[in-house]
């Protein structure tokens, strides 16, 4: 029997209690029971396993009553002890999978009301509750292990270029309240074409990213750009060849993914798709229009092609093509951790403007903006007045009120009270 996966643990702070959620990828039983001198509190969860990304964030857990988490191998399954500051009423409570998330184990310590003020959240702004979930972006650095991609000028390689854009994006995005970025690779190991796809599907992904950097035929092609699924065959000459050596790199495992019936199901998709795709360009542009900032473009548009790993239905995705390694320009630019930085956050910004604008119903931002007060937005290089008001869906006169502003003169960097819609 293969071991659940404990995927995320989040912590919440209300007057008088914390709450813990231990998120998994498969519903499995547990037991918790309390200790004194020191208090703490013991949560035993069988047939279980945590990987490295959850560990390394215990360090963040804490709040009013909670010290610190610790864990440790037991059996077949995982030990956390909750280290406690002051002593507590703890239950727990087993949650289905809902709302985007998977079945949970909810840990309630409870220690009387201290205040009146508002709940506030410890560490994520996912709220414990469904009504207050993280948009998840799943980042997928192409290629990787025994495929090393596109083999390009000064020696550089595609899936060590493209790892390291997504490590930069996801560390952007996670930065952002109420995105939550997962990588189907954080380190140099092969994944077939169908195993990415598979990971976005279990994260309940809002989107999926697919990062690359290409060679061609020709060394004067260059330029960056943004790619969404076609479904009509319309496609450029460029689009055909990078698709066929996307679809390609499966081969270097020795496994065909022609015969496969999940992909030919999402293959002979219908019309359904066609909001999928909508959503996934109007992404793209945005996407598209950050980068503009940074990378030369190879398009000033959204290009569309048939990509497999775009071919999810329900699921937007974009496949970003960060430039030519086979064009001695770029690949000087994508050798320079700087320049990668720099493409990395014009792709997070992207992304962000797109979702504060359109968040999905359910998640920490679609609530923010219900909020009587609005909230509040940072200025970015390349913002005005004008596009933050169109951006976050108010007027510009009631923007500038909620500012007290004379004139439409901002800054990088500056805070914007984001007036309720």
Do not use: C
Not at 26 to 38: A, G, K, T
Not at 96 to 123: F, H, M, N, W
Not at 308 to 315: A, F, H
Request: aromatic share 4%; net charge positive; hydrophobic share 40%.
């Amino acid at each position: 029997m293969q071991a659940a996966q404990v995927k995320d643990i989040r912590v919440g702070q209300q007057p008088g209690s914390t709450r813990l959620v231990f998120e998994l990828d498969s519903s499995v039983d547990h037991r918790m029971f309390p200790l004194s001198n020191p208090d703490r509190v013991v949560l035993d969860i069988n047939d279980t396993d945590i990987s490295q990304d959850v560990v390394a964030s215990l360090s963040a857990l804490s709040s009013d009553a909670l010290l610190r988490v610790r864990y440790a191998k037991r059996d077949s399954g995982m030990r956390f002890v909750l280290d406690l500051n002051k002593k507590v009423k703890a239950k727990t409570t087993k949650l289905a999978a809902s709302g985007g998330y998977g079945p949970r184990i909810l840990v309630e310590l409870d220690y009387g009301v201290q205040s009146s003020s508002a709940p506030t959240v410890v560490k994520s702004l996912a709220s414990i509750s469904d009504e207050k979930r993280d948009i998840v972006v799943v980042i997928d650095p192409g290629h990787g292990g025994k495929d090393p991609g596109a083999l390009g000028q000064y020696k550089v390689r595609e899936k060590d270029i493209v790892l390291s854009i997504g490590r930069e994006l996801a560390k952007r995005l996670n930065a952002k309240p109420g995105i939550k970025a997962v990588m189907t690779r954080s380190t140099d190991v092969y994944l077939q074409l169908r195993d990415r796809s598979r990971v976005a599907r279990e994260a309940n992904a809002d989107l999926m990213i697919s990062i690359h950097a290409d060679a061609f035929t020709k060394s004067s092609a260059r330029g960056a750009s943004v790619w969404a699924l076609s479904l009509s065959g319309k496609t450029s000459e460029m689009g055909r060849w990078l698709a066929q050596q996307e679809q390609s790199a499966d081969l270097v495992g020795g496994i065909s993914l022609d015969d496969k019936d999940q992909l030919l199901a999402e293959v002979l998709l219908d019309m359904s798709m066609n909001s999928t795709i909508q959503m996934s360009l109007d992404i793209g542009k945005e996407v598209l229009g950050e980068m503009r900032g940074v990378a030369k473009l190879h398009k000033n548009s959204v290009q569309q092609a048939g990509f497999v790993v775009l071919k999810s239905p329900d699921i937007p995705s974009i496949l970003i093509e960060t430039g030519f390694v086979s064009n001695k320009t770029e690949a000087k630019n994508l050798s320079s951790l700087t320049y990668r930085r720099k493409l990395a956050s014009s792709i997070a910004k992207g992304v962000e403007d797109f979702f504060v604008s359109n968040p999905p119903d359910g998640t920490y931002i679609a609530w923010q903006k219900t909020q009587k007060g609005g909230y509040t937005y940072t200025v970015s290089k390349g913002d005005t007045l004008s596009e933050i008001a169109r951006k976050n869906g108010v007027s510009l006169d009631s923007l500038r009120s909620a500012n007290t502003l004379r004139n439409d003169v901002i800054w990088i960097g500056q805070k914007l009270s984001i007036p309720a819609s």
